[in-house]
């Protein structure tokens, strides 16, 4: 489910487009200054105009205002940016096509060998072997193309493609993108290409401090054996070592079922409720030395209690970290002014305001309330705050855990075990063996140190990575489970790199597109493994599970967002301070809309979540993955999901709404998973 990718975080840095003006910005300490003068950009506007003609002029203004917005005096004088203007503007269709292919195949072989640098050297911090050394944090943390983008503007490649190829902006892509030629759309993806200038020293500073927040994060484990009830019962085996906060949510998650499910829920609730408020003893995180009873916070030694010392707020810090070095981008962007911005206008192309209003159509809907009602019958109590990590949805056909653990570590003792079987699931998926071979030789598996994650090539013919978290006894179930998520990852990796029309439309529209697929493979894991659901409800299940996963998430991802408008309404704000907002938001939103439905108020559950911490902002990809996953998993319903994967994904990277439209025929709405719950309440009661 995990999916760190430093690069996406950085891609959004990237991803910032501006036109026109570079202006100092109200909330940046740095101001940028216009160079070229506006009768400058005028007069070499009309010159270029009356020379060429009026069919150019649309490019000409725009052109010529966009590399008036990057020029700095070091860049030359007023005289050579005009004679770079006259020198470098393509008029003629043919030799404009000319050009952006060779813009293409370079970007590419740039792109392409720096990602394969950035793999190797952040192997050992993110693959299992020896003790991660402070000279491998240095190298790992080592950004090769830092400085890529100066170098483009020193050598005036940057110029040249802004020049020649315009930005546009999103509302602009959604008003004309409809009626675009996929060369057009190719284009316009050229013009987003070089519309900053973010100097070298801040982007490395912010791979930096990723790169920190994500070792952070990875590095957070609870031992579970050393947990102890008030009787003084240990209810976790022994040798059971849990990663913060996905593999707690999980194990929560198994404990539905089985002896001691309710207390050992419970427990691991208030494990989490310490690492939120940070009253977590430091002598615990990534330490056995210690038994741990949490529902009292006290830790024994020898049998002898010893004094807490609660975690720093260090999980805050890292988080303010995040904000400091994207708020110090701001300067640079002007036409997104906020991390908030670069990351939903920018980065997602959806506008944070609609994703915010369809979150919160969707958590007060009068469906949640039903679908509570159903739950706490299932469970037979009234519903705990943490259940909204309800699992009972999942149509595993009644086979317990253990049995499908014993079955995945059989069949992949090991990374390499998975790594050839990738094949035969692309086949059982719908692909033709040849198709499913190609696919998968551009695939390849490592041993994570975290839990786990997928991480594309930047060029054609490149591997993708599945990393995978693989015990000494084989995969478990779990194990497997997100596997398979990853691996939908890596395959819409492989083939919108490889089989998308124009590099620059390689990729899917935004993270959440990359999710659906992987949720849609996630949800096969079981037919993967030869275990085809015989239940005539699973389609109703599987709507509930949509509905409830979504419920969970979303409330999470407005957490998120509250907590960056906070931080930048507060950008002076202390680790403490930071503390208290974060949980105030969280009990907030679980007020609003949780408290009547789950019980209990002042909840911080939602609070939990890691990716807030190393991943800023990404946590509403998954919600809008879930409302798209839903959408296209209707859409492919009844046909093969492989024919149906290659129509749609080889649309390549549109902005979203149009991509929904030419995928299944509509804009993204909850609507159809709202109306699905609804469905399947009525058929199962
Ligand atoms: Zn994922």
Request: hydrophobic share 40%.
């Amino acid at each position: 489910m995990r999916k760190l990718i430093i690069f996406m975080a950085m891609a959004t840095i990237l991803a910032v487009s501006s036109c026109g003006k570079k202006q100092p910005s109200a909330t940046g300490t740095e101001t940028v200054k216009t160079f070229i003068e506006q009768p400058t950009v005028e007069k070499i506007t009309k010159a270029l105009t009356d020379s060429l003609g009026e069919a150019s002029v649309f490019r000409i203004e725009r052109g010529v205002k966009q590399v008036a917005a990057l020029w700095r005096e070091s860049d030359g004088t007023s005289a050579d940016f005009e004679k770079f203007c006259k020198d470098n503007f393509v008029a003629d269709d043919a030799a404009l096509e000319t050009l952006y292919k060779k813009l293409e195949r370079n970007f590419e072989i740039f792109r392409g060998y720096f990602h394969k640098m950035d793999v190797l050297l952040k192997e050992p911090i993110q693959i299992t072997g020896p003790e991660i050394e402070p000279v491998d944090m240095m190298f790992g943390s080592y950004d090769a193309s830092a400085h890529l983008d100066d170098d483009f503007f020193n050598n005036k490649i940057a110029f040249l493609t802004a020049l020649n190829f315009p930005f546009y902006s999103l509302k602009e892509k959604t008003d004309k993108g409809a009626t675009w030629s996929r060369r057009d759309w190719a284009y316009a993806r050229m013009g987003d290409r070089f519309t900053t200038r973010i100097p070298a020293d801040i982007i490395l500073k912010a791979s930096q401090t990723l790169t920190e927040a994500d070792a952070y994060i990875s590095d957070y484990n609870i031992f579970m054996g050393k947990l102890q009830n008030p009787e003084g019962k240990f209810l976790f085996p022994a040798d059971m070592k849990l990663l913060s906060h996905w593999n707690l949510r999980d194990e929560l998650k198994s404990n539905y079922t089985g002896e001691n499910g309710l207390e050992k829920q419970k427990m691991i609730y208030s494990v989490m409720k310490h690492i939120i408020d940070q009253s977590i003893p430091q002598q615990v995180i990534n330490k056995n030395e210690y038994v741990w009873n949490p529902l009292i916070n006290k830790i024994y030694k020898d049998g002898k209690e010893a004094a807490v010392t609660p975690e720093p707020d260090t999980r805050y810090s890292v988080l303010l970290d995040n904000f400091h070095v994207m708020k110090s981008i701001d300067a640079y962007s002007p036409n997104f002014p906020t991390f908030i911005s670069r990351a939903f206008e920018g980065g997602m192309e959806i506008p944070q305001e609609d994703v915010e209003r369809l979150f919160t159509q969707f958590v007060s809907s009068p469906q949640v309330k039903e679908v509570a009602a159903y739950i706490s019958k299932q469970l037979g109590r009234p519903l705990e705050p943490f259940d909204i990590w309800y699992n009972g949805f999942k149509s595993r056909g009644g086979v317990p855990e253990e049995q499908l653990t014993a079955m995945t570590s059989k069949k992949y003792p090991n990374p390499k075990a998975f790594e050839a079987d990738m094949m035969n699931i692309l086949v059982k998926l719908g692909w033709e063996k040849e198709k499913a071979n190609s696919i998968a030789s551009l695939i390849t598996v490592d041993p994570a140190r975290g839990s786990g994650h997928a991480w594309g090539a930047e060029m054609r013919n490149d591997v993708a990575r599945l990393r995978t978290r693989i015990g000494e006894n084989g995969m478990d179930y779990k194990g497997y489970n997100i596997a398979v998520h990853e691996f939908g990852h890596n395959v819409e990796q492989t083939v919108t790199m490889n089989d998308v029309d124009y590099y620059m439309l390689q990729g899917v529209p935004n993270t959440a597109f990359t999710e659906a697929v992987a949720f849609l493979f996630q949800k096969r894991d079981l037919e993967l493994l030869g275990m085809p659901n015989a239940d005539p409800n699973k389609d109703y299940m599987m709507a509930l599970d949509n509905f409830w996963s979504c419920y969970e998430i979303m409330g999470v991802s407005l957490v998120d967002m509250k907590v960056w408008k906070w931080m930048y309404e507060n950008p002076e704000a202390t680790p403490a301070q930071l503390k208290d907002a974060v949980i105030s938001a969280a009990k907030e939103v679980w007020n609003q809309y949780y408290a009547g439905i789950m019980g209990g108020k002042d909840e911080p559950i939602l609070a939990i979540y890691s990716h807030m911490i190393d991943n800023p902002l990404y946590l509403s990809n998954y919600p809008m993955g879930h409302l798209i996953e839903f959408q296209v998993e209707q859409q492919v319903k009844g046909k093969p999901l492989a024919a149906e994967f290659d129509r749609m994904y080889t649309q390549g990277r549109l902005i979203p709404q149009q991509w929904m439209k030419g995928a299944v025929g509509s804009e993204i709405s909850i609507e159809p998973t709202l109306n699905a719950a609804a469905e399947a309440l009525k058929a199962l009661k």
